[in-house]
C-alpha cells in the first residue's frame, strides 16, 4: 500500500485586513475541518488547513494572490506565517518579469473572481479595493493589467473605480480662518522645486464617497506624521497610515444612510482633526460606518494637528496668489487638500497621464473631489504640481500625477493647509520668541524710535519726533518663531481701541519659519487722521491665540492710560519687561516666556496738526 503525506499548515495572515479570504483553486487534496476545499470556500486567516501531498491551493486575499505548495521543504505551521510575509515583501520590492503573466488565463482567473465576489453581497468598488486591484497587482505585469481593465469593461461594464464625495459650500470656506499675505519676498524667493513624496503613504483606494477622509487624514494627516517622525521608507509609513473612515464617518451628510453614497466638508474633516484628532488604520476598520468606542477617541486624542488654514479668500479670488500660497504651505512642510473640479478626462487618464501628467482636457465635468498636493515644480510642465490621489496604484502614476499651474487654477477652488507642528526655534537665540516692528514713513525711512528705560511701563519705544495729520507710512512686523501675533492701536484723542491685524476672516497665527508682514500692504500707504494727540501702536506677540475682539472690548472699558489698560486686561499673561531683550534704536526684542504667553511691545507716537 502507498504510504500518503500530510501536511499540517497554519495559514495566519497577520497583516490582512478582516476581510474573507477565498479559495479560488486547488490542486490535489486540500481539506478544512475534515471538508476538502473547493472553489469559492472561504477561509479564515487563523484556519488550519490539511494539505496532501503534491497538492496547491490559490487563494485571493487582501494582500493579492497567494499560492500555497505542500513541496516547499522543512514548512511546518510557524514557518508558514513567515514565508507568506517573505512572499509578499518580494512582491512589492522586486521588478516581475513582462513574460511571467504571459502564460496566466488571465481571462479565467478574472470570470472565476467575479463568479465569487459576486456572492459576497459587496459592491464592485468594495470587491475592487479588497481584492482585484491587490490580486492584479501581485499577479500581472503592466501589459497584462490593461488587458485585464479591457476584460472586465466588455464583459462586466465594469472600469476603475473613481469616486469622489466632495460637498462645497463657499459661505463655510470663507468661514475658516485664511493664511495672511507676507510680504511678497517670501513667495519670490521660494525655491523652484518642493516635494513631500518621499514622506507619502502608498495611494490608496476609497470605496465610499469619502474623498475628504483619504485626502485629509489618510494622506495629509500620514504626512505630517511621516515628517514630524522622520519616516521616509513607504512601505513603513503605509504601516502607519491615518483610518479616513474615523474622519468620513463623524462628519458624512448623512448619518443614516448606509451605503455611504453622502460626501462630506472638507473644513469638517480638517476641524475634526484638530479637535478630536486621528487614529491608525491598524486600529480601525475601514467601513461605511464604523463603530467608534471610547478607546477609539482616546487614541484619536493622540494625533491632533496643531493648526489649519484657508489658502483663498473666496470661489473668485485670485488663483495666482492661492498657488503662490501653497506653494508656500508645500516649502514649510504642510501637505494642502484642495477642492477641485473632476472631468472625465480626469478620471479616466490618457498616455500622458499615466507616464504623470494630466493634460487638462476638460470635456465633461463629472463631480467634485478632495485630493492632497504634495510638491510643486516651476520647471517640471512649465511649472506645475503635484498630487496624490485615492483611486489605487492603477491611476495615474502609480497613484500620483502632476498638474500644470493653469490647469490647477482652472480646477481647484478650496485650498487648506494641514499642520501638526511648529517651525524649530534657530539655534543660535536663547529666546523662545523674537521678532520686530516698524514704521516705514513714504520716504520709504523707518520712523526713528528711542527706547524707553521704564521696567514697569509696556510703553516700550517713543517716536523721537513728532508726526503730523495726513503723514502716510506703512507699518511692518516679523516673527521668527510660531505665533499668533495681534496689533491694536490707541489715541488720546478718541480714547478708542481698535484692532488692525488681523483683518476680518484671517488667521492671526504666523507659523511659518520666518514670517514678515505689511499693512496695509507693499502697494499701498496708510495716512494719520485728524485726531491730534498721543497715539499708541502696540503689537501682541502670544504663543496661544487670544479673543482678540473680547480684549479690545475689555480694554475699552477699563479707564485710566494705555498702559493700565492692557495691564488691567492681561496682565497675567504678560512677560514682565525684564524678561525681554529690547533694542535701543530700533523695534527688536528677544524674550524668554517663563511660563507666561504674551509679548506686548508699544510705540508712542506724538500726533500733531
Partial sequence: MKKTFFLILCVFLSNISKAQIYVLETQGQVSLNGKVLKKGDQVSEKSLLIFGKESKLNLLSPSGFINIDSNIPNINTTELGILIKNQELSKSTTTRSFSESENIPLEKELTNIMDILARNGQSFEQNYGNYIEPYLKSRFDENAVKKAFDFLQN??????PTLTGLMSDEAQYQSIPQVSRLINRSYTSLPERFSLKEYCPKPGLQQYSDCVGWSTTYAARTILYAIRNNIKNRQTITAETFAPS??????????????????????????LIKDLGSIKNVDFEYSCSPVIENQDVRMASKFKIKNYKRLSRDYNSDRSQMMENIKKSLSEKRPVVIAMEVYDSFQRPSASATKGLWEGKKGKMVSRHAITVIGYDD??????FEIINSWGTFWGNE??????????????YEAYEMADYEA?????????????????????????????????????????????????????????????????????????VSNIFPFDGYSALLDYSKNEIMIPNEDYWVQLDNNIGTDYLCILFSKEELDIKAITKQMQRQSGSFDTKLKAVLQNKMVENRSINLAKDK???????????????????????
Fill in 155 to 160: 464583459k462586466y461594464d465594469k472600469s476603475l
Fill in 424 to 496: 524649530s526655534t534657530p539655534n543660535n537665540t536663547w529666546a523662545d520668541l523674537a521678532g520686530s516692528f516698524e514704521v516705514i514713513l513714504d520716504n520709504g525711512n523707518s520712523m526713528p524710535v528711542r527706547l524707553n528705560n521704564s521696567t514697569t511701563e509696556t510703553v516700550n519705544y517713543t517716536a523721537t519726533k513728532s508726526y503730523s495729520t495726513g503723514t502716510q507710512f506703512r507699518l511692518s512686523f516679523t516673527n521668527n518663531q510660531p505665533a499668533y501675533v495681534y496689533l491694536l492701536s490707541y489715541g488720546t484723542n478718541t480714547q478708542k
Fill in 379 to 384: 520647471t517640471k510642465y512649465g511649472g506645475a
Fill in 246 to 271: 474615523f474622519t468620513y464617518s463623524q462628519i458624512k451628510s448623512s448619518q443614516t444612510e448606509a451605503a455611504c453614497k453622502q460626501g462630506s466638508y472638507i473644513q469638517d474633516a480638517v476641524k
Fill in 587 to 609: 523695534i527688536n526684542f528677544e524674550a524668554k516666556l517663563n511660563g507666561k504667553t504674551v509679548i506686548p511691545i508699544t510705540l508712542e507716537i506724538n500726533h500733531v496738526n
Fill in 399 to 412: 497613484g500620483f500625477t502632476w498638474l500644470k499651474y493653469k490647469d490647477f487654477a482652472a480646477v481647484t
